[in-house]
């Protein structure tokens, strides 16, 4: 039993493998990432990234699934990018936001004195507005990671969360 996902390769971007490394090209930006996996074979065919396997393991055909996920994710990150819009909610103390190259500044979290830090990974950028904060990126992992690191930043700690539910937290993925 072969296992095959094929991932169609939209018009206006390139792709191109090297080995295991697959590289993606379009018109904002380039992406790669190493597809090595014991059992399953990455190529490129006519308009296609293809995946298979001659493995009947779970593991292994789940993997298959995955890594075409990524090849789909990669193909629209370099067309049309992802973008998440997060809002800041508090109660009784104003969030205030800055941000600092790489690192958002998150200060007066319920009245903290200590500012919370969050990091922005590299590839991704971050625009703050008053209680918005919308992250956009090409690569979905990294967009998603920054995500989290704020999440995580504002994560309410020693007080019970029913009722202090201040924090930033996802609105919309685009």
């Known amino acids: 039993m072969t296992v095959v996902r094929k ?8 792709a191109e ?16 990432r190493s597809f090595r996996f014991p059992q399953i074979t990455v190529q490129l065919t006519d308009n296609e990234v293809v995946v298979s396997t001659e493995s009947e393991r779970k593991s292994i055909v789940a993997m298959v699934g995955t890594y075409a996920a990524h090849a789909k994710n990669m193909c629209k990150g370099v067309t049309s990018g ?23 500044e998150i200060n007066n979290f319920l009245g903290e004195k200590k ?6 990974a590299d590839g991704v950028t971050a625009k703050v507005g008053n209680d918005e ?8 992992e990294l967009v998603g990671i920054s995500f989290a690191n704020i999440e995580h930043a504002t994560k309410v700690r020693k007080r019970d969360p029913r009722i202090f539910q201040d924090g930033i937290y996802l609105v919309q993925k685009v």
């Open 17 to 32: 493998i090297a080995g295991t490394v697959l590289r993606v090209k379009g018109p904002k930006g380039e992406l790669e």
């Open 82 to 104: 992802f973008e998440y819009h997060m809002k800041v909610v508090y109660s009784h103390f104003p969030i205030q936001l800055k941000l600092q190259g790489s690192r958002l």
């Open 7 to 14: 991932v169609k390769i939209p018009a206006g971007v390139k």
């Open 133 to 140: 904060i919308v992250l956009t990126g090409i690569d979905k």
């Open 115 to 120: 500012a919370r830090y969050a990091n922005i």
